[in-house]
């Protein structure tokens, strides 16, 4: 039950404060399972306690709080004695979360490595940064502390070069072109973020044209922060979802070419300083097979 002291409080903070056993994560996890009821009915973790509600909580089972190792393919594309990267395929995620708690990325790496950093914790060890679910490409990971805490001020001070290559549905305007407006997640739908309130995250997004076909443009983006969903939810900003990604817009279906399982974007290049001698290495994936069958679809057929 909450009482006046509580009032304005969010309701995964005061959960939290309620029930310290349970890291606050897995509280919101609760929240969004539906399994945290308000006045008997489901909640959101930011809405705002007022002081006179009836709080039910009915806890899920437990998530392991190490993720464990899985003999699962990883593809290498460099590895030294700081750092890791790896070819993330689409359909995989990085770490454990709500709902993913195995045949993760990270139990892939924990089989083939012995040791990775552990300045994220037992659950996300090496992971510097993230791509979504759906998203493939090159992602680098940190065997030691050190290195992790050298790659992580890379990539908060902006030094890392992210190339993505990407396919939107329509005609652009400019061969090229810079979107900086700010990101925050989307008040009514929480898992899509937005651009439309005009506040948020800085964000900056380039763009280059590199093929203009009838269904639409072949890009090749460069991201100079790493906001959720930054492509995606910039490219649609400006008209021009990516092609198979229906969370921002983009049609269910391109006459002529066989539905996506995937959206089209890819991670195809990073370029970072080693944390050991500072040199320059850059390591490039390229674009998958299946993605680079849809374009030679595009190029190929006559999309209305």
Do not use: C
């Not at 996890?29 to 909640?43: D, E, R």
């Not at 805490?149 to 990407?166: C, G, S």
């Not at 072949?218 to 959720?228: A, C, D, E, Q, S």
Request: avoid cysteine.
């Amino acid at each position: 039950m909450a009482g006046p002291l509580d009032a304005g409080k969010r309701l995964d903070a005061f959960l939290h404060e309620k029930l310290p056993e349970f890291s606050r994560s897995r509280l919101q996890s609760w929240i969004k399972q539906n399994l945290v009821a308000v006045n008997g009915k489901p909640a959101r973790a930011s809405d705002l306690v007022k002081g006179t509600e009836t709080v039910l909580v009915t806890p899920a089972a437990l998530a392991p709080l190490r993720a464990e190792p899985e003999d699962l393919p990883l593809k290498i594309l460099y590895e030294d004695e700081d750092v890791v990267v790896v070819d993330k395929p689409a359909g995989m995620v990085v770490h454990a979360g709500a709902g993913h708690h195995a045949g993760t990325l990270v139990n892939a790496l924990l089989h083939h490595f012995a040791t990775l950093s552990s300045v994220n914790g037992d659950l996300r060890p090496g992971i510097v940064h993230r791509l979504d679910k759906e998203t493939s490409g090159v992602l680098a990971v940190a065997r030691t502390d050190f290195a992790h805490q050298a790659l992580a001020a890379q990539f908060q001070a902006r030094q890392v070069e992210k190339i993505y290559l990407a396919f939107v549905h329509g005609r652009l305007k400019r061969e090229s072109g810079t979107i900086n407006t700010p990101i925050t997640r989307d008040p009514v739908r929480r898992t899509r973020m937005t651009t439309k309130l005009g506040s948020g995250r800085s964000a900056h997004t380039e763009y280059q044209v590199l093929e203009q076909l009838p269904a639409g443009a072949y890009l090749r983006v460069r991201i100079g922060t790493g906001r959720t969903h930054q492509i995606r939810v910039h490219l649609a900003s400006i008209g021009h979802p990516i092609l198979g990604d229906r969370l921002y817009g983009a049609p269910p279906r391109v006459p002529g070419l066989e539905p996506l399982t995937r959206f089209f974007l890819h991670a195809h290049r990073l370029r970072f300083q080693s944390p050991s001698t500072g040199e320059p290495i850059t390591v490039e994936s390229p674009l998958p097979q299946e993605l680079a069958r849809v374009l030679a679809s595009l190029r190929g057929g006559h999309i209305e």
